[in-house]
């Protein structure tokens, strides 16, 4: 016991990073199943044995077109739900074959995305330190976060975190998560896993439930990874491996709209999910709000609100959700063109959709797409109303990644 005792306050000021958390590498993925918004309301009343209400379906025609979907990928197929008659009927019991169905698939989505986002990262999955998931289509003990540790060859002493049933926000609150894992654990690795599948919201069309043409018409299945730290390294495995931030994620916060609670809401039943989503008022809300939730976000850092000198990562809950976000902040077209493509090409699914946009975003940097912006802001919603805001610092260089500077890089 030759040594003095040491400082507690100086064991946790060296176990701390130096520098912010940065988004070190992004995988994304589908199901194979493919469905086209134009052909989707025949494939529905078809599956759904609902063709005798065509009024109805002239009215989800109409609905698809609003919702700015082009495309989306669901893990169920009408072979599946041929299978399960009892998913047709919102109050016949079904929820035990719909927990089964994910308790399968997600975990699977998951691991695709995950692998996807290591293996640009370039270091052996053995070198993830926490793991932070979500999903809204499960709730099974234990969850995906224990399956993808086999799946992917992880520790099994990683620390995981899973996060369930937070709706639309999931993503933008596991990327909060792994900012603060990322920052106070001196070379955290945090993979940050999202994965959505929606047959818990299939269901009949029925006169009077508007709330479920919404749901058939907007939501699409995916899963999205990202692999987060602070303080990048260069490590030879044995080959040289670089990090490159691609982001950093600067400051991140999450807000309740006042008097929002059954704005958005969601919950399981024996029917699969219930709940509503009181469209117009969401769209109310989100007006009057957004504008000083990224005001008090930007503001104490003393980083100027022209909202046109930012780029944008905004969860794309439908068309009119990007129109309200462009028409309060008096955007560019240009400015929301990432949310719009991966709305139109995957449709909304729920938290992962914002990890797509991080990465479309990333490929329009790539190719000069983006202009020049250096500073972005990620803006996500949810359940009650929930609002989150992240602060984000452009690293990736047009044409290419960008490096970190030299005198960043340590040899680990
Ligand atoms: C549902 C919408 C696409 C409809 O678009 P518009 O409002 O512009 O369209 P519109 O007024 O022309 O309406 C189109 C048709 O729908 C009908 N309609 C619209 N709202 C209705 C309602 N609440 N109840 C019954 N019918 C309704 C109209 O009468 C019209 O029918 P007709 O044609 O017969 O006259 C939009 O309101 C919307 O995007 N709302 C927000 C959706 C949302 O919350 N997305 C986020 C998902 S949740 C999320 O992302 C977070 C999370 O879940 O956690």
Known sequence: ????????????????????????????????????????????????????????????????????????????TEELLGAHPEFLDPHTPSLDARLDIAKAAVPELAAEASRRAIAEWGRPAADITHLVVTTNSGAHMPGVDFRLVPLLGLRPTVRRTMLYLNGCFAGAAALRVAKDLAENNRGARVLVVCAEITVQLFTRPEDGCFQTLVNQGLFGDGAGAVVVGADPVMIRTPAVVRERPIFEIVSAAQTIVPDSEDVITMHLTKGGYGGD???????????????LC??????????????????????????????????????KPEKLAASRRVLSEYGNMFGVTVIFVLDELRRRMQNGEEGAPEWGAMLAFGPGLTVETMVLHRCVAQGTGAAPPEDKLAAA
């Open 294 to 331: 990224l005001l008090d976000a930007f503001e104490p850092l003393g980083i100027g609100t022209g909202w046109n000198d930012l780029f944008w990562a905004v969860h794309p809950g439908s068309s009119p959700v990007l129109d309200q976000v462009d028409a309060v902040l008096h955007l």
């Open 1 to 76: 016991m030759g040594s003095a005792p040491a400082n507690v306050r100086e064991i946790c000021r060296a176990r701390r990073a130096d520098g912010p958390a940065g988004v070190l590498a992004i995988g994304t993925a589908n199901p194979a199943n493919c469905v086209l918004q134009d052909e989707f309301p025949d494939f529905y009343f078809r599956a759904t044995k609902s063709e005798h209400l065509t009024g109805l379906k002239d009215k989800f025609r109409r609905v698809c077109q609003k919702m700015g979907v082009r495309k989306r990928y669901l893990h169920h």
């Open 277 to 291: 989503i009181s469209t117009r008022q969401v769209l109310v809300l989100m007006g009057d709000n957004i504008e």
